[in-house]
């Protein structure tokens, strides 16, 4: 059975009751139903339900757990507040992309803060009473927070102190003693960024005497099994962004991958818990230029691609079909743009219409995408760059934020809007088409 199906404002009111933000409530479910995925090389794989239903996961990014560097007096993140899941469901998404930090989860080697993982699970329950499907993202950025420069860092001429961000611990950082230096604020290639990535590639031993990677793998494995039989949880991607930068790099990504797949695997059946999906990305490149896919790898058939299109003009760009064939080498995996997003200042009616596009492409192409972001604090340290660079820090995300104390001020009320927007969550046999009339 193959649906078409297009989407009045009073069928969105299936989906979003009442406004969004303003005290509307939206629909609770019982429950989420476990995903897998459907490969399909010709047509394109789907995310599926346990009722058999075609899926589409549309939602955002929420760094309320991640641990990044600290370059302010101001807190890095925002709490998730307690009406956060609330508010998320009433825009009408139904998945949020809740990042983790790999310095959090493991702290020490083999040592695992389940506390912090304990966090994690509530978070996790707390959007499921919503009706809203959690993926748990390892995210870093430049490797991790631990490789800021310090004050009196020689660099040279043509290159700047680089910052610090996130995602490895201190205990899993081997620079090399190289320059803690950025050219053009670039921060994927400091050398010492650039050492560190080498080192983890060659799966380097720690302190106990255990490769980094080895133990990346193994964290992964952990957190798999915390949340086996958690059907709400969709799945785990499984690194943001990595520096893989040619063909060397891309191979070990590819090799890591599949390690990492069968540590999740063995520990879920150890739990007695099910397959989740596995999200899994390019290069930190495809974010840039739109393109370049890792090498296949040993996998199972419940994996989703997921770069993220940054790059090119939505009404006009090839994203969507570069990522569509660079699926098919995987088995015609599903797609989920993991991230994707822009300048608040580009909603609303005096905008470029980059939200509203970016969003009709999606349902023309019937993939999965989580927006970046929910909630951006001035602490952060994308906004300690804008303040480098000469910049007015301007916070991305749904709420207003003044970056002179860092209070929030408001809700993006344009922003919401354009992003407010009836879609198919669930359908039974496959979606032929989607469409949205608001």
Known sequence: MR????ISMFAATLVVNGPAFAGGEAIVRPGLP???AEPDVQRGGRIVDAQGREVLLRGVNVNAYAEYWKGTRFATTFPLAGRDPQRMASIGWNAVRLLLSWSRVEPRPGRYDDAYLDRIARAVDRLAGVGIYTILDLHQDAWGPTLAAGADEPCAPSMEPALGWDGAPGWATFDGGAPRCASGGVREVSPAVMAAWDAFFA??????????????VEMLGHVAGRFAREPAVAGYDLMNEPNAFGADDEAALAEMYGRAITAIRRAERRAGGFPHLVFFEPSAI???IGRGAPPDFDRDENVVYSPHPYSGDPTTGDFVAVAREEARAFGGAPILFGE???????AGPD????????QRRQDES???????????????????????TGGEPEVWGEFEVDCADNSVTGVRDELVADLTRGYVRAAPGSLESTSYDD
């Open 3 to 6: 649906w078409a199906c297009v």
């Open 34 to 36: 476990a995903l897998h």
């Open 203 to 216: 799966d380097r031993r720690a302190g106990d005497g255990t490769g980094i990677q080895t133990r990346y």
């Open 286 to 288: 495809w974010s840039a």
């Open 340 to 346: 994707w997003g822009g300048d608040p200042d580009r």
């Open 351 to 358: 905008g470029d219409g980059y939200f509203v596009e970016h």
């Open 366 to 388: 019937q993939v999965g995408a989580t927006l970046w972001t929910w909630r951006e604090s001035c602490g952060d340290p994308h906004k300690v760059r804008d303040r480098r």
